[in-house]
């Protein structure tokens, strides 16, 4: 099952994440208990519930236990032990689910997922690295790091990327002054 199978995804609430969570989880649950196992474990850190992630309730409702963020390990302190052990990751950006490229209460499909998905691609193949792609409906928002900003107004980067994102579905290019920002689609949920 896909999570747009679930209309609560698919419609992209606030509380979008909580339903998934919730889904895939009891999956997980239930597969674990068929092979007798009866703890789960996740890899929520202690930066996680800083933001809106109504997951993280799903994983307590559902009894998954979170070491790294019971322990106040953070995204950097997970980082700095994935060097010490040399893991390949160690450097690698976060990677949200894609869902999260879209505002609330526009609908998830799996072509708008994708066509993210290419487009962050494309822009990591750039050299590009602390990215997002907001999807608009027809207008993609581009947020890099702010030192990336002119590298990707530049007439020749600037003419690659236009040509690409229009190529895959998009109507309008932007780039986002602001630059990355993580969480910038839960802004409307915060008081102003």
Same mark, same amino acid.
């Given at each position: 099952?896909?999570?747009? #199978?679930?209309?609560?995804? *698919?419609?992209?609430?606030?509380?979008?994440?909580?339903?998934?969570?919730?889904? /895939?989880?009891?999956?997980?649950? %239930?597969? !674990?208990? @068929? =092979?007798?196992?009866?703890?789960?474990?996740?890899?929520?850190?202690?930066? %996680?519930?800083?933001?809106?992630?109504?997951?993280?309730?799903?994983? +307590?409702?559902?009894?998954?236990?979170?070491?790294?963020?019971?322990? &106040?390990?953070?995204?950097?302190?997970?980082?700095?032990? !994935?060097? @010490?052990?040399?893991?390949?990751?160690?450097?690698?950006?976060?990677?949200?689910?894609? !869902?999260?490229? =879209?505002?609330? &209460?526009?609908?998830?499909?799996?072509?708008?997922?994708?066509?993210?998905? @290419? !487009?962050?691609?494309?822009?990591?193949?750039?050299?590009?690295?602390?990215?997002?792609?907001?999807?608009? &409906? +027809?207008?993609?928002?581009?947020?890099? #790091?702010?030192?990336?900003?002119?590298? *990707? *107004? @530049? *007439?020749?980067?600037?003419?690659?990327?236009?040509?690409?994102?229009?190529?895959?579905?998009?109507?309008?290019?932007?780039? /986002?002054?602001? +630059?990355?920002?993580?969480?910038?689609? %839960?802004? #409307?949920?915060?008081?102003?």
């Amino acid at each position: 099952m896909s999570a747009l #199978d679930n209309e609560r995804v *698919a419609s992209n609430p606030p509380e979008r994440c909580y339903h998934c969570k919730s889904d /895939d989880f009891s999956a997980i649950r %239930d597969k !674990a208990r @068929e =092979f007798g196992i009866d703890i789960i474990l996740d890899g929520t850190n202690a930066d %996680d519930p800083k933001g809106h992630r109504p997951g993280i309730r799903a994983l +307590g409702e559902l009894g998954v236990i979170s070491p790294l963020m019971e322990l &106040g390990y953070t995204k950097a302190d997970v980082r700095l032990l !994935a060097e @010490e052990f040399d893991l390949p990751n160690a450097s690698k950006p976060s990677s949200p689910c894609l !869902a999260s490229r =879209f505002p609330y &209460g526009q609908r998830l499909t799996a072509e708008g997922i994708g066509r993210v998905r @290419e !487009a962050e691609e494309f822009l990591f193949s750039l050299g590009f690295k602390e990215l997002r792609v907001r999807d608009h &409906g +027809g207008i993609a928002r581009i947020e890099l #790091d702010a030192a990336a900003l002119p590298l *990707a *107004a @530049e *007439a020749g980067v600037r003419q690659k990327i236009v040509a690409k994102l229009l190529s895959i579905g998009y109507n309008y290019v932007t780039l /986002d002054l602001e +630059g990355f920002r993580s969480g910038s689609m %839960d802004r #409307d949920l915060e008081p102003r």
